[in-house]
């Protein structure tokens, strides 16, 4: 079993590394394999709205010269999920948000049912906003959310900052085997028999303009 933790700043080794780091030891010390994966700093494109990874039915985006379809690959391995964003202006960062919006329109089905969670850091303020946006993502597509201790975030303006945050290095740790507990008793029903209920046949959907 894996858990795939991704590093949606721009800085590779900064404050957001240095919350998913602390995550990543837990994880492992419960016995899962990690990986994180940082998205880089090259561009990663909006969604365009085109539809067209529907009509592929390859869960993956069309526009395939950014990170996402790198990240939908990882996908269909993983387990579990962390994604990790710096806060801009109460909000996640502009690339994790461009790539989430596009690998969960044209890949969703990778991920449905498998449990993730959501990880900010921030100098000070902002991070339940970023925080509850970020969690949208999970709940539109049926992915239950691991919980903490309290709200999934570090402090500090430099990953030497962020290490003096301690009750926050707390909840990264505990938000990783709660995490592992989950992707772990998700897998034990599996094996019994229990499986995630069935789509309805007609997906419905209520357009209030006609």
Known sequence: MKILLINGSPHERGCTHTALAEMEKAIRAEGLDTEILWIGQDAVRGCTGCGA????????????????????????????????????????GGSITSLM????????????????????????????AAIDQLNKYFTISGMPIAPSQYWPMVHGNTPEEVMQDEEGLQIMRTLGRNLVWMVKSFALARENGILPPAPEAEKKRTNFIR
């Not at 993956?60 to 950014?66: G, K, L, M, T, W």
């Not at 690998?103 to 959501?118: D, N, Q, T």
């Open 101 to 128: 919006d596009r690998m969960f329109y044209a890949g969703s089905r990778l991920m449905r049912h498998k449990p993730a969670c959501a990880v900010v850091s921030a100098r000070r303020a902002g991070t339940t």
């Open 53 to 92: 990874c529907f009509k592929m039915k390859k869960n993956r985006c069309v526009f395939d010269a950014d990170a996402v379809n790198r990240v939908l690959e990882k996908c269909e391995e993983a387990d579990g999920f962390v994604f990790g964003s710096p806060v801009h202006y109460a909000s996640a």
